[in-house]
């Protein structure tokens, strides 16, 4: 349930709460840790219940964001590794998804409240019993777990797998330099969603990574070529002789005078203007006042996805305040249960990974090493208001669930029907693919994780096979 803007999340805890605490985490840290053994519940069992949780007291923030986060394979394998499950909330949350995943025979609920004690001890902070909002919760441990992964390490290389980055750069369109003005991590990527009656995630994506083109911006690269044409045609004035390429042994402690040493200066701001930080380097003050202000150029200002994550968490911001109020933004969003996105890492041309999102089977991927294609495993709703409301969570079964199905159907049709689980705390039921993808006025956060390429594979051949089935039929 999403709290009113002046609601916290965390509030500071009183010395006897704080000792409450830290009991609750001793006794979850030091409990036996959770052993699943799956022969011990049958086929239809398995593909029938998961574990729910029980949400006393408003906790239906927590609880959708805990069932999200055991959708995830990827991050249950990561938090299994020696290098971060000696960390309290890495355990912790181990514990937790372990716990979640258990195959079982009948309805069965957990709490919450065990994981979140470790996540109180460790802000040595309360969490408040009113309504939350699930991504503010879903961010906070999601940026706890990133701090442990890096005190596991001395050096920046690496990280976790739900982490990604992206990067801010400008290119003029008349000297074409491009430079990166910011690179910023994310552990959930937020998307705004325009007031409007209905959209698509690939649009939200689109315009998150379209180019902008910005007239009159004065580039200092196109500046200091302009300069370097005006010292030039100095020399040229006076019969002088000044070598194009030879700048290397140009010195940079003293600028020369133009009027004085008009070949020095030209070779000065040559080198200046051929340096790959053309566009952003400090100058000497003598040189930024020489600069021509009346060079003008267009330049295209742009984000572009750099760090691809194993995981990808995105939250849809459906927030809208006026001024006065903030209230919620019911616009339609269009799911897809798999998405592809392109990476700018080693792509000369920024230009390349703008906004080529594409809506896609997992087949369709190239094997290019900079595009990753996504599916759909998780997904967070909110029915209500901005400040009043229930969170619920659609969790994809996991394969020994659906193969199961499918057994007991006699083939590949009943698994696609209901591949899935909602959870609406201690309450599951089994739904299909196409109610999940319905969501499309309520969903507030999806979890995505990579396509193994043998899966990739197999349905880039299925989808062939059946392209040329319907191309026989006309």
Not at 39 to 61: A, I, K, M, W
Not at 173 to 199: A, D, G
Not at 350 to 377: C, E, H, M, P
Not at 418 to 432: G, H, L, P, T, Y
Request: aromatic letters at 6%; one cysteine or more; charged letters at 20%.
């Amino acid at each position: 349930m999403p709290a009113a803007a002046n609601s916290r999340l965390i509030c500071i805890a009183t010395a006897v709460a704080s000792l409450a605490v830290s009991a609750a985490a001793y006794l979850l840290f030091y409990s036996p840790a959770v052993i699943r053994n799956d022969d011990d519940v049958d086929d239809e069992q398995r593909q029938r219940y998961t574990v729910g949780l029980h949400n006393p007291s408003n906790d239906c923030f927590a609880n959708s964001v805990l069932q999200a986060l055991s959708s995830s394979s990827v991050l249950e394998s990561y938090l299994a590794t020696d290098r971060v499950r000696q960390y309290k909330l890495s355990s912790a949350l181990l514990i937790m998804i372990s716990d979640l995943n258990t195959p079982i025979r009948y309805a069965r609920a957990s709490s919450p409240w065990p994981f979140l004690h470790v996540l109180e001890s460790i802000f040595k902070s309360r969490i408040s019993r009113t309504q939350h909002d699930a991504h503010e919760l879903m961010h906070l441990i999601l940026q706890t777990l990133t701090d442990e992964y890096a005190a596991t390490t001395t050096t920046t290389a690496g990280a976790p797998p739900f982490e990604g980055s992206t990067l801010d750069s400008i290119t003029c369109q008349q000297c074409f330099r491009t430079t990166t003005t910011s690179r910023c991590k994310f552990v959930v990527l937020t998307l705004p969603v325009p007031q409007q009656s209905s959209t698509t995630v690939q649009d939200l994506l689109a315009k998150l990574l379209a180019p902008e083109y910005v007239t009159g911006y004065g580039c200092q690269s196109c500046r200091l070529a302009a300069l370097a044409g005006t010292a030039r045609r100095v020399v040229q004035a006076r019969n002088l002789q000044a070598d194009d390429d030879d700048d290397d042994d140009v010195g940079v402690d003293v600028v020369p005078k133009l009027a004085g040493d008009p070949v020095g200066y030209y070779k000065y701001v040559c080198k200046l203007a051929n340096s790959a930080a053309s566009m952003t380097a400090d100058l000497p003050a003598e040189i930024e006042h020489d600069l021509p202000r009346t060079v003008r150029s267009t330049i295209v200002r742009q984000t572009s996805l750099h760090d691809l994550p194993g995981l990808l968490i995105v939250q849809l911001s459906r927030s809208i305040f006026d001024g006065h109020a903030s209230s919620r933004n019911d616009c339609a969003v269009q799911v897809s249960e798999f998405i592809t996105l392109y990476s700018s890492a080693g792509v000369s041309s920024l230009l390349y990974s703008a906004a080529t999102t594409t809506t896609t089977t997992a087949g369709d991927d190239d094997g290019l090493a900079n595009k990753k294609t996504y599916r759909l495993v998780g997904m967070i709703r909110h029915s209500g208001t901005h400040s009043a409301g229930h969170y619920e969570c659609y969790k994809r079964k996991p394969p020994q669930a659906s193969t199961a199905t499918e057994r007991l159907a006699g083939g590949p049709q009943q698994p696609r029907q209901r591949q899935w689980w909602r959870i609406s705390d201690e309450k599951v039921w089994q739904v299909s693919t196409s109610e999940v993808l319905k969501q499309t006025g309520t969903a507030y956060m999806l979890v995505y994780e990579t396509v193994p390429i043998a899966q990739q594979q197999r349905r880039r051949r299925k989808t062939t096979k059946q392209r040329q089935q319907d191309l026989n039929k006309i």
